[in-house]
């Protein structure tokens, strides 16, 4: 796979849910490791790591894997605009097929990242695809940054049942503190997509979504994408109503729950019009 990258010790931010769509100033920075949490400690730059994990199997093929390329290189500008003045957004793409790839050999920045166009063939190795993006984000690796980073927003998407043991691959996943604190949601893709399974992916069936139309993919990549992006560039207070300091674990489950509470708000019915994939293309 791609080459080891040095890397510090990851961290997070938080902000109030009032406020998590205002900007903010410098705050304290909640650093934790690949295991446990550390000292607080402030930086002028953070970094936000947004992980696309993309299905390229062969059931893609076609007007799912044309229209998805397309949405893509429309997403890149957009999210482009995401993000404080202080926050370094980086962007990085796994695709599973029958091999797992990334597109480049680390994150990059979202000022330099071009999208390279994707093919689909093969079958769905999910679970190999959970074990590699577990093993990259450690701090010897793609979390590698000059500054404190909050934690990553990781999308996956998918048209189809894994063809491998996913359920290996998600217990390794589970393992690792940045997927625990990262926002996670997921997209099915046509009618063979299993919610259930994507839920076990997010931890929640309000931060998975679906499309069956080309027109709804387009849609939804987009509202999941720019909103998880907003709120996990967005800082938290280090308190709430009753002026207590906020967990790790209560500043994660307040901003996954916040994420699911957007993108149900945001995600609308397409046009009837729009041709299905599964009437064929």
């Keep these: 796979m791609s080459n080891e990258i040095n890397k ?15 900007n903010t100033s410098s705050e304290s920075l909640l650093d934790f490791d ?26 893609m093929k076609g007007k799912k894997m ?33 091999d797992v790839k990334w597109m480049y050999s680390a994150p990059v920045s979202i000022e330099e990242f071009e999208w390279t166009r994707l093919n689909a063939s093969g079958v769905t190795s999910m679970g190999a695809a959970f074990s590699e993006l577990s093993a990259r984000m450690s701090r010897n690796s793609f979390l590698s940054s000059p500054s404190l980073s909050f934690a990553p927003v990781i999308f996956l998407m998918t048209d189809g049942y894994p063809s491998d043991d996913y359920k ?70 280090l308190s709430d109503e009753t002026n207590k300091e906020l ?16 993108i149900q708000d945001l995600v609308g019915k397409d046009d009837s019009n729009d041709v299905s994939f599964d009437t064929g293309w």
């Design 34 to 59: 690949d295991d446990d949490p550390l000292g607080a400690t402030s930086v002028s730059k953070k970094s936000l790591v947004i992980f696309f994990m993309i299905d390229t199997s062969g059931s």
């Design 168 to 237: 290996k691959g998600l217990k390794s996943l589970q393992s690792n503190s940045w997927y625990k604190f990262g926002l996670k949601a997921a997209l099915g893709i046509g009618s063979e997509a299993n919610d259930d399974m994507l839920a076990e992916f997010t931890g929640s069936k309000d931060t998975v979504v679906h499309a069956y139309t080309g027109g709804q993919l387009a849609q939804m990549i987009k509202v999941v994408a720019v909103t998880a992006s907003q709120i996990g560039s967005k800082s938290m207070t």
């Design 247 to 262: 967990s790790e674990a209560d500043v994660y489950a307040s901003k996954q729950k916040l994420l699911g509470q957007q």
């Design 66 to 98: 044309g229209e998805l390329n397309t949405v893509m290189e429309e997403l890149i500008p957009e999210i482009r605009r995401v993000g404080e003045a202080d926050t370094d957004v980086k962007i990085a793409v796994l695709t599973f097929s029958t």
């Design 8 to 22: 510090k010790t990851p961290n997070t931010e938080v902000d109030s849910l009032q406020n998590v769509k205002e």
